[in-house]
């Protein structure tokens, strides 16, 4: 299985053994009046798909790692086994399926785990099967096998400023970036020292689908990242930080993320600050 699947893909494989569809929609920063990810699942999803909860994952301000007995205590209820195959999809604009794949990842490294190109908008808009309700499998038993190399805390990466190899990638818009924009989750605006603006909404089409490969390098490129140099993945919560880290994985790369990102960063006074 590649780690990224079209909709036809899936359709034609619905109901294979041991293939599971999860939603992982995750809506960090919240509209007026809020989304309730698990009501809009109830209320429709892609035929035996079952619902991730990435909400119940996330704890803080700042998006933080869940203990690994946790997600494998969620991957069992819902009856992820540790010899299942996983889609993952999502109706998020922050295109949550790729936070849920780098949490996959990171405690589930033998498990084959793919994200639907266009998530639950494409699939609609195709006018494929949705159905509501919820599925209850049976549950079972989901084995953590944590492997935390990838995942920076707020003292690697002050550590690493002053190197010179150090790539610190942030995924958030430019005017939060530049801190023209308040933060919305009212903290100090800004950027870390030297890290490199690349909007995650840049990754996609208009149709909500990945870029291409060659375009892919080419926004890197665009942007002055190396991709032969280490890449660290950074956003406002750890959640959009995981777009451009599954690109670079789409490219044959590797990048570490910085799961507390700016919610962490920005609320410690002591760190340095960077606006426009």
């Known amino acids: 299985m590649q780690s990224l ?7 034609d494989r619905l109901g294979t053994p041991g293939l599971i569809v999860l939603d992982a929609t995750f809506v960090p920063v919240q509209p007026d009046p809020p989304r309730d990810e698990a009501a809009e699942y ?3 999803h892609i035929p035996r798909a079952r619902f991730l909860d990435l909400r119940a994952l996330s704890t803080g301000q700042a998006t933080s790692l869940p203990a690994a007995d946790k997600l494998a205590g969620r991957l069992g209820a819902i009856g992820v086994g540790d010899d299942a195959q996983v889609v993952l999809y999502d109706n998020s604009p922050h295109h949550s399926a790729a936070r849920a794949w780098w949490l996959l990842r990171r405690f589930a490294r033998g498990l084959p785990v793919a994200i639907l190109d266009g998530g639950f908008a ?4 195709e006018g494929r099967p949705v159905e509501a309700g919820v599925d209850r499998p049976t549950p079972t038993r989901f084995g953590a096998d944590p492997d935390l190399a990838a995942v920076r ?10 190197k010179d190899g150090a790539q610190l990638v942030d995924a958030r818009s430019p005017a939060r970036f530049d801190g023209s924009e308040a933060d919305p989750r009212g903290l100090p605006s ?8 690349l909007h995650y909404a840049r990754f996609f089409r208009d149709d909500g689908t990945w870029r291409s490969p060659g375009e892919l390098a080419a926004l890197f490129a665009a942007a002055g990242v190396d991709l032969d140099r280490p890449v660290t993945t950074t956003c406002g919560s750890g959640i959009t930080a995981a777009i451009p880290a599954f690109a670079l994985h789409l490219l044959g790369r590797d990048a570490a993320l910085y799961d507390g990102s700016w919610g962490e960063w920005a609320a410690d006074p002591q760190t340095p600050k960077v606006t426009a």
């Open 5 to 11: 699947v079209s909709t036809a893909w899936l359709a």
């Open 42 to 44: 109830r209320s429709g």
């Open 122 to 125: 494409r699939w609609r808009a």
């Open 153 to 162: 805390t707020r003292a690697m990466v002050l550590a690493a400023l002053d």
């Open 190 to 197: 800004g950027h870390i020292p030297g890290s490199i603006n």
